[in-house]
């Protein structure tokens, strides 16, 4: 897919987080817009997927180890096809299968069901080693963390572990926007240098501007080194589009008002 075509749809995305969270008075828009490019990117132009057969076996996997940004991940799922974007307005609704963390019994197109940081990559690389080891596919795994994710001491077991067996068919995504729900990363936990850290836990690693289209695309295409992981450092602003919600911490879990949203809204359609 071309990216001119890419970034209108991320410009749609984005105005689908804004009204999401508005219209449910509750979410974690901030985070969610700073993922707007690596999962747009996947899902219309990587991943081997099928909006109208979700379960296909052969499929490829994503899991959103960040869960909170289900807002992003519904946005995309909803414009692939997925289901009627109609469902937007049900977001963390009772009985909606749109809910505060993504619910892979009940949302079309999730994998895991995610939400308690750090567990995400553990479900991702127990795909990928059923697919590789197991079932002898070419299925590809990919999982979404956030940088504050990171403190989390099973992520780095889960390190060893898709190291240790060799899973050159899952990419680890680091939405690296520098906040977390307290502060900074280096306020609350410093991570230190993250391309040092996984090249040691034996990783192939890669660092990006995770909201450049292009170098999102390469990176993805990027071919793992035979034998080991892949781990793309997306540097990326928290609030991503909306001027009064980047880099501040505030907009982690807080929805925007109906002014906010009106605002954030012509900010969106002023790009497009």
């Not at 749609?12 to 828009?29: W, Y």
């Not at 499929?59 to 289901?83: I, M, Q, T």
């Not at 001027?243 to 012509?266: I, Y």
Request: with cysteine; net charge negative.
């Amino acid at each position: 897919m071309e990216i001119a075509s890419l970034e209108k749809v991320c410009r749609t995305v984005r105005r689908d987080i804004i009204n999401m969270t508005a219209d449910a008075a509750s979410g974690h828009p901030g985070g969610s817009l700073s993922a707007v490019e690596i999962i747009t990117t996947l899902f219309f132009d990587k991943m081997n997927i099928d909006p109208q057969n979700p379960k296909k076996e052969d499929r490829d996997r994503f899991v959103l180890s960040k869960g909170h940004a289900a807002p992003c991940y519904y946005a995309v799922l909803g414009e692939r096809g997925f289901f009627d974007k109609a469902e937007f307005k049900n977001f963390r609704q009772l009985h909606s299968f749109l809910q505060g963390h993504p619910d892979a019994k009940k949302c079309p197109g999730v994998d895991a069901s995610t939400g308690s940081l750090g567990q995400g990559i553990s479900i991702a690389v127990g795909m990928a080693l059923g697919a590789k080891k197991l079932d002898h596919s070419d299925v590809k795994v990919y999982t979404l963390l956030g940088d504050g994710e990171l403190q989390e001491g099973q992520v780095w077991e889960a390190s060893m572990a898709a190291a240790h067996y060799g899973l050159d068919n899952l990419t680890v995504i680091i939405d690296n926007n520098g906040l977390q729900i307290d502060g900074t990363n280096n306020q609350v936990m410093s991570l230190g240098d993250l391309k040092a850290k996984f090249t040691a836990f034996g990783f192939q690693v890669l660092e990006i501007d995770g909201n450049d289209l292009g170098q999102v695309s390469v990176a993805l295409d990027a071919a793992a080194q035979e034998g080991k992981p892949k781990c793309i450092i997306a540097h990326t602003v928290k609030g991503k589009g909306v001027s009064f919600m980047e880099n501040q911490v505030g907009w982690h879990g807080k929805a925007p008002s109906e002014e906010e949203r009106r605002q954030a809204l012509k900010e969106l359609e002023e790009e497009s």
